[in-house]
């Protein structure tokens, strides 16, 4: 009986070498350049299963496995893996195999998995089976092939297998063996964009190092895109590639990628033209569009290998199975995120969205009832559900009309021929549940609004403790207590300082700015709102850029810094995003992009001036009402500061949180898996419950597909298809609802709210990621989608500021009134009606942009 095949024999089959092996001999038969080796075949692992009486006792573990039951879908994972284990590799089989490993020169090897149902046009079964890298010598060699085959029969292949109907009688594991390359980088190549389907594109993932980072999902690759059409790269996105995996005498392991590498792109466009014409290559010669694992090698591209795309955005979404995280999907609510998205603007990752949830419980108590969610996800991104909201207000005796003029200053105007579906809720429930909730709420706000200072003033230590506390934890378990027995209830805390904060004024953010628009109009209303911080103390919002102004100066250090601000960022509430102060760059690189423009203090400065002669006219005008107006200008002012200094505890303890998934995973062995796990399901693991790999993987693939989509539109009327409306060449950013997709402006204007008074005229920069900031140059008029305090040290540097999102109450607005800048906002469709290098007009007084040239 033959055990072992040449890794290029031209007679290798399904059956015999599994689908990685018939794949990679087809290829190498076709002139593809794989490095080389050989098959152990499917009669080796039969060979061993016969020798050893396997059958009867594998047969009867499974019998013991109920649908859908993960416990005992595992312990007979562990019953049959613990089989595999106990036997000796038969002695023919043995000799076969070191007599293969010998003539190809006993280098260190990559011993891969190669099951009989595997890399086929109807399922993809990546990852169901292991695969182990730099085996060296016959010992270690025998031992890896043994448990490839023992992976047949893991939990997560168990459980996949049944789930795609695949008679577990009917597969037998083959093993590739192939000489390792010690790759200067690696990666993944699809030669159909994998998240909208287009077939014109190349899309390359790229890392430096060995793919297993990339694969695996642990470091985020530069992405490069080829147009298939005249093979040029139209597209490249370099990211900050964190760790590498490397090959150490013991096997590998994730290492730190050196700070010359860091940022530096892992191939040339050179080098990705060349792989472009080789995915293509291979892709025309097997008929389908291909998935393909590559390395690098200096100039030398190889194939590790390649299996067919079996899943392409631009096919119907049933194909793919139902949208995780979409709460719009087959809803007729009408949802919004106008100004949770800005502080929240994220795909969230399972562990994110799962600390947003507690932190939105203690916040908005009163958005929902048991049962009635009044918030959800949306492609993945956080929403508000305004049908809730209406309903649950509406139940109070709030009508429809005072409902949208209360929250317009918060997610804008809804078009008044835009109806608001209602909620299932009758009134009686809404009131008979609502009633204590608020009750509570109350005695929440007056027990800890008098503790607001004392609190942001202690909190900071508190967390400084709690990180070094997280790092110190060599138990699993012991982190786990940590959770349930603090962490859980300070995060509340938190959540609750910002919720005393917000409500201690009432209605008043939104009541005083209506009563001084109606008095002297919405410009002379936003000079005298704004500038208040000589009064009431700086806006924590502000930190950032008041921080950077001190470092330039020479008036604070790095240090002090980072422990003041640098918790804050563009994706603070994103558990998965390190944070400023995590990046030693970070301030140099925001030092270097300052312009020579005014400096932070002569801007705000300037403003307090502005607010002032605004104040002064109001009360000439109309001294009695300006003598009544005061009092609530002052508890305006302090509840917007106390707001801001609390929300910043808040995401400084999301830093906090953050520190323990990431010890989790590493007390776990999991890595930046432990992301993809709810806080929940974390604890669990560190109690000992077993890891759902397959749920991982999923949750992985849905998070990098959403990832890909543009940020779906700030009101959504549902049910809502984010694939569908990214495939529109018109959509609008808006506004999605059913009729009106292709419903926006045209023409030489663009319009919005009044975010900021002012009129100027310049050079529009459009920038949709603040690590693009660099691009912005002293002057130029910032026009993005939506921005939020990880923006805020762009602001000095622009003349104006322009959003596709947003209100009078949004991030952009207040931080432009702050500073006295121009900005126009909510505008819909400006980052895609207006192109960099444009001469435009912003009138923050009016909320219109002009296009003057193009």
């Given at each position: 009986?033959?055990?072992?095949?040449?890794?290029?024999?031209?007679?290798?089959?399904?059956?015999?070498?599994?689908?990685?092996?018939?794949?990679?001999?087809?290829?190498?038969?076709?002139?593809?350049?794989?490095?080389?080796?050989?098959?152990?075949?499917?009669?080796?692992?039969?060979?061993?299963?016969?020798?050893?009486?396997?059958?009867?006792?594998?047969?009867?573990?499974?019998?013991?496995?109920?649908?859908?039951?993960?416990?005992?879908?595992?312990?007979?994972?562990?019953?049959?893996?613990?089989?595999?284990?106990?036997?000796?590799?038969?002695?023919?089989?043995?000799?076969?195999?070191?007599?293969?490993?010998?003539?190809?020169?006993?280098?260190?090897?990559?011993?891969?998995?190669?099951?009989?149902?595997?890399?086929?046009?109807?399922?993809?079964?990546?990852?169901?089976?292991?695969?182990?890298?730099?085996?060296?010598?016959?010992?270690?060699?025998?031992?890896?092939?043994?448990?490839?085959?023992?992976?047949?029969?893991?939990?997560?292949?168990?459980?996949?297998?049944?789930?795609?109907?695949?008679?577990?009688?009917?597969?037998?594991?083959?093993?590739?063996?192939?000489?390792?390359?010690?790759?200067?980088?690696?990666?993944?190549?699809?030669?159909?964009?994998?998240?909208?389907?287009?077939?014109?594109?190349?899309?390359?993932?790229?890392?430096?190092?060995?793919?297993?980072?990339?694969?695996?999902?642990?470091?985020?690759?530069?992405?490069?895109?080829?147009?298939?059409?005249?093979?040029?790269?139209?597209?490249?996105?370099?990211?900050?590639?964190?760790?590498?995996?490397?090959?150490?005498?013991?096997?590998?392991?994730?290492?730190?990628?050196?700070?010359?590498?860091?940022?530096?792109?892992?191939?040339?466009?050179?080098?990705?033209?060349?792989?472009?014409?080789?995915?293509?290559?291979?892709?025309?010669?097997?008929?389908?569009?291909?998935?393909?694992?590559?390395?690098?090698?200096?100039?030398?591209?190889?194939?590790?290998?390649?299996?067919?795309?079996?899943?392409?955005?631009?096919?119907?979404?049933?194909?793919?199975?139902?949208?995780?995280?979409?709460?719009?999907?087959?809803?007729?609510?009408?949802?919004?995120?106008?100004?949770?998205?800005?502080?929240?603007?994220?795909?969230?990752?399972?562990?994110?969205?799962?600390?947003?949830?507690?932190?939105?419980?203690?916040?908005?108590?009163?958005?929902?009832?048991?049962?009635?969610?009044?918030?959800?996800?949306?492609?993945?991104?956080?929403?508000?559900?305004?049908?809730?909201?209406?309903?649950?207000?509406?139940?109070?005796?709030?009508?429809?009309?005072?409902?949208?003029?209360?929250?317009?200053?918060?997610?804008?105007?809804?078009?008044?021929?835009?109806?608001?579906?209602?909620?299932?809720?009758?009134?009686?429930?809404?009131?008979?549940?609502?009633?204590?909730?608020?009750?509570?709420?109350?005695?929440?706000?007056?027990?800890?609004?008098?503790?607001?200072?004392?609190?942001?003033?202690?909190?900071?230590?508190?967390c400084e403790r709690r990180r070094a506390e997280i790092a110190g934890i060599e138990d699993p378990i012991a982190l786990a207590a940590l959770w349930t027995g603090t962490l859980r209830s300070e995060l509340d805390q938190a959540s609750e300082m910002l919720t005393a904060a917000t409500r201690s004024a009432g209605m008043g953010p939104i009541t005083t700015p209506e009563k001084l628009a109606r008095l002297v109009g919405e410009s002379e209303a936003a000079k005298i709102t704004s500038g208040l911080g000589a009064a009431a103390g700086q806006l924590a919002s502000l930190g950032l850029v008041a921080g950077l102004d001190q470092l330039a100066r020479g008036e604070l250090d790095p240090e002090t810094f980072n422990r003041r601000y640098a918790h804050r960022g563009p994706h603070e509430f994103e558990l998965s995003s390190p944070r400023p102060a995590e990046d030693p760059d970070w301030i140099e690189q925001r030092l270097a992009e300052r312009g020579d423009g005014p400096d932070f203090g002569t801007m705000i400065t300037r403003q307090e001036e502005r607010q002032r002669e605004a104040w002064d006219r109001l009360a000439a005008a109309h001294p009695k009402q300006a003598a009544r107006l005061r009092p609530l200008l002052a508890r305006w002012a302090k509840m917007s500061r106390d707001r801001e200094q609390t929300r910043s505890e808040v995401v400084r303890y999301f830093w906090v949180i953050r520190d323990f998934v990431r010890r989790a995973g590493e007390l776990l062995g999991i890595g930046g898996d432990a992301y993809f796990l709810d806080l929940d399901e974390l604890v669990a693991a560190l109690r000992g419950a077993p890891v759902d790999a397959i749920l991982i993987r999923e949750r992985r693939d849905a998070y990098d597909h959403y990832r890909a989509l543009p940020a779906p539109p700030s009101l959504i009327l549902g049910p809502f298809d984010p694939y569908r409306w990214a495939a529109q060449p018109d959509r609008r950013t808006d506004l999605w609802a059913p009729g009106r997709a292709d419903d926006h402006e045209t023409g030489a204007r663009v319009t919005g709210f009044a975010g900021a008074g002012g009129m100027v005229e310049g050079i529009a920069r459009v920038i949709m990621d603040p690590a693009d900031g660099d691009r912005l140059q002293q002057g130029e008029i910032l026009v993005t989608s939506i921005t939020n305090v990880g923006w805020t040290p762009l602001f000095p540097r622009a003349s104006a500021v322009v959003t596709d999102i947003g209100a009078p109450l949004s991030h952009a607005a207040i931080v432009a009134r702050e500073l006295g800048i121009p900005a126009v906002v909510g505008t819909g469709t400006a980052t895609m009606r207006i192109t960099s290098g444009d001469r435009i007009r912003v009138d923050g007084s009016a909320g219109t942009v002009e296009l003057l040239t193009s």
């Open positions: 009986m033959i055990f072992v095949r040449e890794l290029a024999d031209p007679g290798a089959g399904l059956a015999d070498v599994g689908g990685k092996g018939e794949s990679l001999a087809a290829m190498i038969g076709a002139g593809f350049d794989v490095p080389d080796g050989f098959h152990v075949v499917t009669d080796a692992y039969r060979a061993f299963v016969e020798e050893h009486g396997l059958r009867g006792p594998i047969n009867a573990a499974l019998a013991r496995v109920e649908p859908g039951d993960r416990s005992s879908t595992a312990a007979a994972s562990a019953e049959i893996i613990g089989l595999f284990g106990a036997c000796p590799m038969p002695a023919a089989v043995g000799t076969a195999i070191e007599k293969a490993y010998a003539d190809l020169g006993a280098p260190p090897v990559a011993v891969r998995s190669s099951a009989t149902a595997e890399d086929l046009e109807s399922a993809s079964f990546a990852g169901q089976q292991d695969s182990f890298l730099n085996i060296r010598g016959p010992e270690q060699l025998l031992a890896a092939v043994r448990d490839c085959w023992a992976s047949l029969w893991t939990e997560r292949a168990i459980g996949y297998r049944a789930r795609q109907g695949i008679d577990h009688d009917q597969v037998a594991l083959a093993v590739v063996v192939q000489r390792l390359v010690e790759a200067d980088a690696s990666g993944v190549l699809f030669t159909v964009d994998p998240v909208t389907g287009a077939a014109d594109q190349v899309v390359i993932n790229a890392a430096w190092g060995l793919g297993e980072a990339v694969v695996s999902g642990a470091v985020t690759p530069d992405v490069l895109r080829v147009r298939r059409g005249d093979r040029t790269v139209i597209e490249t996105t370099v990211a900050d590639k964190a760790i590498m995996t490397v090959l150490t005498d013991g096997g590998t392991e994730e290492r730190p990628v050196p700070d010359d590498l860091r940022t530096a792109p892992a191939l040339t466009s050179e080098q990705a033209v060349s792989l472009a014409e080789l995915g293509i290559r291979l892709a025309d010669w097997a008929g389908s569009e291909r998935d393909v694992e590559w390395c690098r090698t200096g100039d030398r591209l190889q194939i590790v290998q390649s299996r067919p795309v079996t899943a392409v955005a631009a096919e119907p979404v049933p194909e793919r199975g139902p949208d995780p995280w979409n709460d719009a999907r087959d809803s007729d609510h009408l949802w919004a995120n106008t100004n949770v998205g800005e502080a929240i603007p994220d795909v969230l990752t399972p562990a994110s969205w799962s600390a947003v949830q507690l932190f939105m419980a203690s916040t908005m108590p009163t958005a929902s009832i048991p049962g009635h969610l009044g918030y959800g996800r949306i492609a993945g991104r956080i929403y508000l559900d305004l049908s809730m909201q209406a309903s649950l207000i509406g139940a109070f005796g709030v009508g429809q009309a005072r409902f949208r003029s209360m929250i317009g200053t918060l997610f804008g105007r809804i078009p008044e021929d835009l109806a608001i579906p209602k909620a299932e809720i009758s009134r009686s429930r809404a009131i008979r549940t609502l009633v204590p909730i608020v009750v509570g709420m109350r005695i929440l706000v007056r027990r800890n609004a008098p503790k607001i200072d004392r609190y942001v003033a202690e909190h900071p230590a508190l």
